[in-house]
T-cell receptor
Framework: NAGVIQTPRHKVTGKGQEATLWCEPI?????VFWYRQTIVQGLEFLTY????????DSGMPKERFSAQMPNQSHSTLKIQSTQPQDSAVYLC??????????FGSGTRLLVI | GEQVEQRPPHLSVPEGDSAVIICTYT??????FYWYKQEPGAGLQLLMS?????DRKEEQGLTVLLNKKDKQLSLNLTAAHPGDSAVYFC????????????FGKGTQLIIQP
């Protein structure tokens, strides 16, 4: 069990470019969550999927951010036209849906 | 929505002493409670999870207390050692594993050798 795998670990993008972050949940886990971590705001919920279906995206910024889960083995978080304020650590977590959550190591995004 | 306050934001204790971190939450329907540890550059490591029917849980030098009347959750590290230095987060969920987590702001814990 390799745990939740997030790639890349670090990403640097220029302002206005697109960034795509990948998450591979633990095999068999039915729920996948995305969070954003910054010093100022702490850990913020973005969105989650259950059995690949989007359930709650209430934490997603309305513009430029989108998430998908095309199959049970991975989810992507895409940020279009990145801005410096998007710089953060993006964490993915997966769960069997009944108790505990397992987090990945995160993707540290820096927009310059 | 649910709000979680965590205190203190910073805590420094000598090696061998105890460290206590406290969280308060607002939603009485919250049923699942978690403590995570985060080391620099790493993700969140689950330390302990507690369901609302448990008032006290102890594992490997850690004690979690849940006071549902006061909506308070605490983590006690006994006999802390330098390896315990990290940022600790509490988190709560209404339906563990099937719903979002709401996190406290974190506590930077430093264990002085």
């Amino acid at each position: 069990n390799a745990g939740v795998i997030q790639t890349p670990r670090h990403k640097v993008t220029g302002k206005g470019q697109e960034a795509t972050l990948w998450c591979e949940p633990i095999s068999g886990h039915s729920a996948v969550f995305w969070y954003r971590q910054t010093i100022v705001q702490g850990l913020e919920f973005l969105t989650y999927f259950r059995n690949q279906a989007p359930i709650d995206d209430s934490g997603m910024p309305k513009e430029r951010f989108s998430a998908q889960m095309p199959n049970q083995s991975h989810s992507t978080l895409k940020i279009q036209s990145t801005q410096p304020q998007d710089s953060a650590v993006y964490l993915c977590a997966s769960s069997l849906g009944d108790s505990d959550y397992t987090f990945g190591s995160g993707t540290r995004l820096l927009v310059i | 929505g649910e709000q979680v306050e965590q205190r203190p934001p910073h805590l420094s204790v000598p090696e061998g002493d105890s460290a206590v971190i406290i969280c308060t939450y607002t939603d009485s329907a919250t049923a699942y409670f978690y403590w995570y540890k985060q080391e620099p550059g790493a993700g969140l490591q689950l330390l302990m999870s507690v369901f609302s029917n448990v008032d006290r849980k102890e594992e490997q030098g850690l004690t979690v207390l849940l006071n549902k009347k006061d909506k308070q959750l605490s983590l006690n590290l006994t006999a802390a050692h330098p390896g315990d230095s990290a940022v600790y987060f509490c988190a709560v969920s209404a339906t563990g594993g099937a719903d979002r987590l709401t996190f406290g702001k974190g506590t930077q814990l430093i264990i002085q050798p």
